[in-house]
């Protein structure tokens, strides 16, 4: 393994398997990036150690279901590398209760008090966002500088080397970057995006969630607890 790769903070079980990308020039050279970006005074988000959170929480052969978000949120307190979650003592944005809705129409659970996804992390659950950093109060700053290449070949180790998985494709963004999965190999879900400006559309009444379940068990897995935790 390179010095290039031992300097990534990334389980072994995803370093042996995607290390090699951050060998290749658009790693490094957003790597420089985000180092510029820094030394000019911007806010990055999220911290450096939670960028690779996602993957981190997991080992790459425990993963069983995978949401594919777009950026991470922008403000301050939020976003800590899992797509749709926040940090503890933050709101849940509007997407995110607009889940928790759906979640407990479809099985009955009362939202949490919290918008804090660790636990469906901790239970196979890839909360992967395309885009791993953005700079505060700018959505969408960091598109277009290497993050997709990264997390499309993430999506495409996921779509070979398991079988069985669920994919959550919310929204034409999700659904494009997912359109690699093969759905003989796969069960991939689609709606329209969780947000209060569509998810009337379709978002709500989609049943995803005890439909994930189904297959999961159909697949000889343990269904997710989609129950948060309190948190005091």
Known sequence: MSEIQDRVQLRPSWKSRIGGEFEQEYM??????LIQEKEAGKIIYPEGKNIFNAMNMIPFEDVKVVIIGQDPYHGPGQAH??????????????????IFQEIHADLGITPANHGY?????????????SVLTV????AASHQGKGWERFTDTIIKTLNNEH????????????????????KKRHLVLQSVHPSPLSAHRGFFGNKHFSR????????????????????N
């Open 212 to 231: 994930a379940n189904s297959y999961l068990q159909g697949q000889s897995k343990s269904p997710i607890n989609w129950e948060l935790p309190l948190l």
């Open 81 to 98: 590398g899992l797509c749709f979650s926040v940090m503890p003592g933050v709101v849940p944005p509007p997407s995110l209760k607009n």
């Open 117 to 129: 996804l660790n636990s469906w992390a901790e239970q196979g659950v890839l909360l992967l966002n």
């Open 163 to 182: 079988s069985g998985l669920v994919f959550f494709l919310w929204g034409s963004y999700a659904q494009k970057k997912g359109a690699i999965i093969d």
């Open 28 to 33: 490094q050279n957003l790597r420089q990036f």
């Open 135 to 138: 700079e505060q109060n700018r």
